[in-house]
Nanobody, 116 residues
Framework: QVQPVASGGGLVQAGGSLTLSCAAS????????IVWYRQTPGNGREWVGS???????TYVDSVKGRFTISRGTVWNTVYLQMNNLKPEDTAHYYC??????????WGQGTQVTVTS
């Protein structure tokens, strides 16, 4: 079972950018649908976006036009490029495979904090 881990979070001012990475040690993610979720304290996980195949992406309305999901050139990494960040984007971000999502099996996430 592939267990991807998100990394690359940090502290950024509103309007800034961050790129998160999603990778699974020893495993390629190229054959997996990859989903990005985020969670704030006291709330459930919110779906942010997904990538299926090499280029097919979907996003929650609140991030459309600002966030972009893409696969790395060797397909063992998936990226979440976040531009024009807003304070409401502050959350703990997770990536997962569709299978991991179905099993509710989550790896370590990464914190993104956006200051106003």
């Amino acid at each position: 079972q592939v267990q991807p881990v998100a990394s690359g979070g940090g502290l950024v001012q509103a309007g800034g950018s961050l790129t998160l990475s999603c990778a699974a040690s020893g495993s390629e993610l190229s054959n997996n649908i990859i989903v990005w979720y985020r969670q704030t304290p006291g709330n459930g996980r919110e779906w942010v976006g997904s990538i299926a195949g090499p280029l097919s992406t979907t996003y929650v309305d609140s991030v459309k036009g600002r966030f972009t999901i893409s696969r790395g050139t060797v397909w063992n990494t998936v990226y979440l490029q976040m531009n024009n960040l807003k304070p409401e984007d502050t959350a703990h971000y997770y990536c997962n495979t569709a299978d991991g999502l179905r099993r509710d099996d989550w790896g370590q996430g990464t914190q993104v904090t956006v200051t106003s």
